[in-house]
């Protein structure tokens, strides 16, 4: 198997393969490599490794070094010239009243070539446009016209996920997309709902495409005459994730029920799939509760766990009595026995003042 290096071009989601060519670059260090276009500057996402010959598209080619401060400043000019180059191009687009787009300018490595992107629902007739540019900037002009998915993908952006655009960060390339994609997954059918940044319908809609083909292989579609533990019903609904269904029951008035596709039987792919067993949970076990012994003194640290018992401790009731009521007591003759307690509630934290306790002694 040949060694590759992995190399991704201005930030952009597709990545190529090129051959080492003796050269050792770490990942996330900046190359120079042979392209169609020239000599180009990018960045290596992958150091070398190995890959089947079938991943590859002959021919491939080579890395030529790894990039130099020297080659890193020269980007760095070229980048701030694309901006310029900007500028000036959109002036020339409006001077010539042109129904195009500007999207994004490159400058080739060698700065032999200035390539100008831009998207147009029509065709456009740039060849005045093209002479204009090139008496400005002294070098070879080329004007290319792009579909609105790439000039998302050259711009950026966010999704309405929040995230960063897929084709912006790992898309090699975009896949096909359709409505039926859509009704499949059955998303709403309304376009700000389903469509990205750039118009067209999202490529997410790809993603899960395979398992819900998957899934509606497995579950009864709607009309269809199934089983239940009930009697026989029609399948009004269906949500495939959960594989659930809302069945009407035939010869009932009562409201459609939600079940699970495994407790039904249905005809499907021409075979009479049977219900499974409702499974029967085992019950939990029962603590024992602490047996408890009439009269016996309780600890100081009660610490004991009174797990099926509702009546709370005796130490528990004491500490709450303490809490909530103050204990007066009234004093006869020359005993010391108390003849009357009276409980006075009052709100925590706070205790009630002598003038209030009514059978306070006369002096």
């Not at 198997?1 to 080492?20: A, H, Q, W």
């Not at 959109?90 to 390539?115: P, R, T, W």
């Not at 008035?253 to 219900?275: C, H, M, T, W």
Request: negative net charge; proline residues 6%; hydrophobic residues 30%.
């Amino acid at each position: 198997m040949p060694e590759v290096i992995n190399v991704r071009f201005r930030n952009r989601g597709k990545v190529y393969f090129f051959d080492p060519a003796g050269n050792d670059p770490k990942q996330g260090e900046q190359v120079v490599v042979e392209t169609a276009k020239g000599l180009e500057i990018g960045d290596c996402v992958q150091s070398v490794h190995m890959v089947d010959e079938s991943s590859i598209v002959a021919p491939l080619r080579p890395v030529i070094r790894v990039a130099t401060e020297e080659d890193i400043k020269i980007s760095e000019d070229n980048r701030e010239k694309e901006k310029a180059a900007f500028v000036i191009c959109q002036e020339k687009i409006a001077s010539h009243g042109l129904d195009m787009k500007l999207v994004d300018v490159e400058y080739s490595f060698e700065g032999n070539k200035i390539l100008f992107f831009f998207t147009s629902d029509g065709r456009v007739d740039f060849r005045e446009l093209v002479k204009d540019l090139a008496s400005v900037f002294r070098t070879r002009i080329e004007l290319r016209q792009i579909g609105v998915r790439d000039g998302a993908k050259m711009l950026g952006g966010l999704g309405i996920c929040g995230r960063s655009l897929c084709c912006n960060t790992f898309l090699d390339d975009f896949q096909p997309v359709s409505i039926k994609m859509a009704k499949t997954q059955s998303l709403s059918l309304n376009p700000t709902k389903i469509s990205g940044v750039c118009g067209r319908l999202m490529c997410c809609l790809k993603y899960e495409q395979d398992a819900y083909e998957y899934l509606i292989k497995t579950v009864p579609k709607v009309d269809t005459t199934v089983m239940t533990p009930q009697g026989k019903g029609t399948v009004i609904d269906v949500n495939l994730l959960r594989r659930t269904v809302k069945v009407k029951l035939e010869d009932s008035d009562a409201l459609p029920q939600s079940y699970n596709v495994d407790r039904l039987g249905y005809f499907i792919g021409g075979e009479y799939k049977q219900p499974e067993p409702e499974k029967q949970e085992d019950p939990p076990p029962e603590e024992a509760a602490e047996d408890i012994v009439p009269g016996e003194p309780e600890a100081a640290d009660d610490t004991r766990k009174y797990k099926s018992r509702s009546v709370p401790p005796q130490s528990q009731i004491k500490e709450e009595a303490e809490d909530e009521a103050d204990i007066a007591v009234d004093k006869e003759g020359n005993g010391n026995a108390p003849t009357k307690v009276h409980f006075k509630k009052h709100k925590k934290g706070r205790r009630p003042n002598d003038r209030y306790n009514k059978n306070k002694p006369k002096s």
